[in-house]
């Protein structure tokens, strides 16, 4: 089966830099992705990464080592209103659906 | 600019009570597929559809039917709802599902109770 892991819970201050990681156990899978959601609302789409390496936008930044099974999610310039949670996902080979970590809250401090 | 849109945002039903929860995207998305959120276990997908008429299960199908008559519309009915089913339910579109790049996109949710 697939399963992703992830950090329920990280602190960080307003102004720094953050990293959320994402380990996975898959027997196949087509990339990662990072999807945000704040608290009440949505998720939302921030990056994907199909191949090993970093991918940037803007202030956030993803990356991918398959030969490591992991991934991470950089936030840099924190700011409050990236207080939300983040989830890594990855499609499944063998029907190309979406498996969902469970999550990571980030809690940001001013 | 509507993008993915569900009703009800809220409901409250009574163990039993069947409903159908509406989705409909006006992005002419191939790909739409229903999902539910449960505190601390993230997104767990429970029907999908690559286009009209096509449809097939995901993780967690049972209790819950999908059609997909329309590119635009996806409907999720509940067909005698548990307790067990008191969950957020999201619905998104991706423009192909099997492009793996693709990114869903996701309504606001329906947060459903089931007394």
């Known amino acids: 089966g697939q399963s992703l892991e992830q950090p329920s819970e990280v602190t960080a201050v307003e102004g720094a830099i953050v990293q959320i990681n994402c380990t996975y156990q898959?027997?196949?899978?087509?990339?990662l992705s990072w999807y945000q959601q704040h608290d009440g609302g949505a998720p939302t789409f921030l990056s994907y990464n199909g191949l090993d390496g970093l991918e940037e936008t803007g202030r956030f930044s993803s990356f991918l080592s398959r030969s490591d099974s992991y991934g991470y999610l950089l936030l840099q310039e924190l700011q409050m209103k990236d207080s939300a949670s983040y989830f890594c996902?990855?499609?499944?080979?063998?029907?190309?659906?979406?498996?969902w970590g469970a999550g990571t809250k980030l809690i940001i401090k001013p | 600019n509507a993008g993915v849109t569900q009703t009800p945002k809220f409901q409250v039903l009574k163990t039993g009570q069947s409903m159908t929860l509406q989705c409909a995207q006006d992005m002419n998305h191939e790909y739409m597929s229903w999902y539910r959120q449960d505190p601390g276990m993230g997104l767990r997908l429970i029907h999908y559809s690559v286009g009209a008429g096509i449809t097939d299960q995901g993780e967690v199908p049972n209790g819950y039917n999908v059609s997909r008559s329309t590119t635009e519309d996806f409907p999720l009915r509940l067909l005698s709802a548990a307790p067990s089913q008191t969950s957020v339910y999201f619905c998104?579109?991706?423009?192909?599902?099997?492009?793996?790049?693709?990114?869903?996109?996701f309504g606001d949710g329906t947060r459903l109770s089931i007394l």
């Open positions: 998104a579109s991706s423009a192909s599902g099997t492009r793996i790049n693709q990114p869903q996109h």
């Open positions: 898959t027997s196949g899978f087509y990339g």
């Open positions: 996902a990855v499609r499944d080979q063998s029907n190309y659906q979406l498996i």
